[in-house]
C-alpha cells in the first residue's frame, strides 16, 4: 500500500511539474500615437471634438496611473507639418510631448523638414528616448544619443526595443547626408540580437510603409510592430504577430494589452502570449489640463505671430480673379515657386482659383503670415507628383480650356514656359512647353508639384489624379507654410510677371 501511495505521489508531481514550470507572467500595456502633427483638437465630421495633445495626454496618464507596466510609443511624424511649426521648426512640439514623454520614439520623414541641424537641435530638446537602428551617419556609423535596440523588465519579463526612420526620407524630405538602411532588414537584424541578448518579447516601432511591416510580420522578427506613415486606424493579429496603427493627429489612440508568460522548459525560456486591443476615440476623453493650459498659450503665441511681416514687396501682387484666372500673375509666380523650391521638382503647377484673396498688395508694403493665409485658405498642401510629358501637357491642356469663363483651373506655374493661342478649340491651344529650358518630351518622366485639389485630378486635372505621387497628400506638407518659409527667405519679393505663360500673338 505504501509503495503504491508513492507512485501516486510520483505521478501526480509528474502531471503538475509543467505547469509549476512557469517562472515569470506579466501584463504590458503598450499605447500608440502616431503623425500627431496638430497641437489642438479639431472638429471632425460628426461635430464632435477630437484629437490634440491635452486629449492624447488625457489617455496616457489614465494608463500610467493604473500602475503595471506601460510603455508608450510614438510612431513619428510630428515637427511637421503644421502652422505653428512652420514658426518654430517644431519646437512646441517637443515641447508638448516632454510634458508626456512616450517610452520609444521612431522619426518619421517630416522630423527632417527643416533639415539635419534642425532634427538633432530638436532631439536634444527631447526627453524621451529615439531609436532609429537604421539610421547612420554620413560615414556609416551609429549616431550620438540615437539607439538601435535595448530591453527593458517588466516584472522579469524581459521586453525588446527596436526602432526605425522612414527609409524613404531622402526623397522625400531633407535629411541631407544622412545615410537610411532598408527598413525590413534592420529590424530583422535587430529582433535577432534583442532575442540573442535574452528579450522574451520583441516590439518594433517604425516610421515605415503597410507594406513594410507587412513584410517584416512575415520574418518573426518582432512580436509585436506599431507603426505611423499611413494615417490609418489599424489592428491585426495573426496568431503569431500583432500589428497596430493609430489614425493621425491623436484622433484615435490604439492600446495593447500583452499578457506574457515565461517558463523555464529544460534549461529554456519558452513565451506565450495573447493580445488584447483597446481603440480609444478621443472625443470620449476629457483634455489633460495641464497640457490644455500649454497648448492654449501656444495658440495665443502663434494668433501674434500671424501678423508678423514676412518679406517686403519690390513689386505688386494682384489676387483678384482677372489677374490669377486669366494669366500670368506675379502672385502665382511667386507661390509655384515656393512649391518648387521645397520639393526639388522640375516644375510646378497650382491653379489660380486657390488663390483667394481678391486684392492688390502694393509696392514696398509688407506681407504678413495671416495674408497668406487670406490667399490659401484650403489647408491645401504640396504633393510632388511623376508624371509623363504627354499627360502634363494633357493637364495643362484643361489649365487653358475655360479662358472665356475665367475659370479657377487656369495654372499658374514655376520652372516651365508656355505658349498658348485662345482661338484654337479647348484640348489643342498649347503651341509649345518648355521645362528647364528644354522643349517637353512627351516621353519622360517628369516631378511636378503641384497641390493636393489637382493632385486628386480635381477641376479636370485627370491626368495628375492617375500619376504617381510621392507621399500621400495628407502626409505632404502644408502650402501656406512652404509660401511662409519661401518668403522669408527672400525677404525681398522681386518676383513679377516673367513671361511663363504667353498668348501667341498672330
Known amino acids: 500500500m505504501f509503495a503504491l501511495r508513492r507512485l501516486l505521489v510520483v505521478l501526480c508531481l509528474t502531471v503538475v511539474l509543467p505547469v509549476s514550470a512557469w517562472t515569470q507572467s506579466a501584463k504590458v500595456t503598450f499605447v500608440l500615437t502616431n503623425d500627431i502633427y496638430l497641437m489642438g483638437e479639431t472638429i471632425a465630421p ?20 493604473k500602475g503595471g507596466h506601460v510603455i508608450f510609443a510614438h510612431g513619428g511624424d510630428t515637427l511637421s507639418p503644421s502652422l505653428m511649426s512652420g514658426i518654430d521648426g517644431g519646437a512646441h512640439i517637443i515641447a508638448l510631448t516632454n510634458m508626456v514623454p512616450p517610452d520609444i520614439f521612431a522619426p518619421g520623414n517630416h522630423e527632417f523638414d527643416f533639415g539635419k541641424a534642425a532634427f538633432f537641435k530638436r532631439m536634444a530638446e527631447a526627453k524621451f528616448p529615439v531609436y532609429a537602428a537604421n539610421m547612420r551617419g554620413a560615414d556609416g556609423k551609429p549616431l550620438p544619443n540615437i539607439k538601435d535596440r ?67 510580420s512575415a520574418t518573426n522578427a518582432a512580436d509585436l510592430i506599431l507603426t505611423g506613415h499611413n494615417h490609418d486606424l489599424f489592428v491585426q493579429y495573426d496568431g503569431r504577430v500583432a500589428m497596430a496603427e493609430s489614425s493621425y493627429d491623436g484622433h484615435y489612440v490604439t492600446i495593447i494589452d500583452v499578457a506574457i508568460d515565461v517558463a523555464m522548459v529544460e534549461g529554456r525560456r519558452t513565451v506565450k502570449w495573447w493580445p488584447q486591443f483597446r481603440i480609444v476615440d478621443t472625443a470620449t476623453m476629457t483634455p489633460d489640463p495641464e497640457v490644455a493650459a500649454a497648448v492654449a498659450k501656444l495658440e495665443a503665441e502663434l494668433s501674434r505671430e500671424m501678423d508678423q511681416p514676412l518679406a517686403k514687396l519690390a513689386v505688386e501682387l494682384d489676387s483678384r480673379n482677372i489677374a490669377v484666372r486669366t494669366g500670368e500673375a506675379a502672385i502665382g509666380n511667386l507661390i509655384a515657386d515656393a512649391m518648387r523650391a521645397k520639393s526639388g521638382a522640375d516644375a510646378a503647377v497650382t491653379n489660380g482659383g486657390g488663390i483667394r484673396g481678391g486684392r492688390v498688395y502694393t509696392a514696398g508694403s509688407t506681407i504678413t503670415r495671416r495674408d497668406v493665409l487670406a490667399e ?73 508639384a503641384t497641390n493636393d485639389f ?36 527672400l525677404g525681398t519679393v522681386q518676383t513679377a510677371v516673367q513671361g511663363r505663360i504667353n498668348v501667341v500673338q498672330k
Not at 460628426?46 to 496611473?65: C, S
Not at 529582433?191 to 517584416?216: C, I, K, N, P, Y
Open 46 to 65: 460628426d461635430g464632435k471634438l477630437r484629437g490634440g495633445f491635452a486629449r492624447l495626454a488625457a489617455v496616457v496618464k489614465a494608463e500610467r496611473a
Open 150 to 216: 535595448s530591453i527593458v523588465d517588466a516584472g522579469g519579463v524581459r521586453i525588446g526595443l527596436t526602432g526605425a526612420a522612414y527609409d524613404q526620407t531622402p526623397k522625400v524630405s531633407s535629411s541631407e547626408d544622412l545615410k537610411f538602411l532598408p527598413t525590413v532588414t534592420a529590424m530583422k537584424e535587430q529582433g535577432a540580437a534583442l532575442r540573442q541578448e535574452g528579450a522574451d518579447f520583441v516590439v518594433a516601432v517604425m516610421h515605415a510603409d503597410r507594406s513594410q511591416a507587412v513584410d517584416l
Open 376 to 448: 490659401l485658405p484650403f489647408g491645401n498642401r504640396v504633393v510632388t507628383i511623376e508624371i509623363r510629358g504627354r499627360d502634363l501637357r494633357s493637364a495643362l491642356e484643361n489649365g487653358f480650356s475655360r479662358l472665356a469663363d475665367a475659370a479657377g483651373r487656369f495654372p499658374q506655374v514655376s520652372g516651365m514656359t508656355i505658349q498658348f493661342d485662345p482661338r484654337l478649340p479647348a484640348g489643342k491651344r498649347i503651341v509649345s512647353i518648355k521645362i528647364g529650358g528644354a522643349p517637353l518630351n512627351p516621353s519622360r518622366v517628369y516631378r511636378i
Open 454 to 489: 489637382l493632385a486628386r485630378g480635381s477641376d479636370g486635372y485627370d491626368t495628375f489624379g492617375k500619376a504617381r505621387s510621392l507621399l500621400p497628400a495628407d502626409d505632404s506638407p502644408l502650402l501656406a507654410n512652404e509660401v511662409m518659409s519661401y518668403l522669408q527667405k
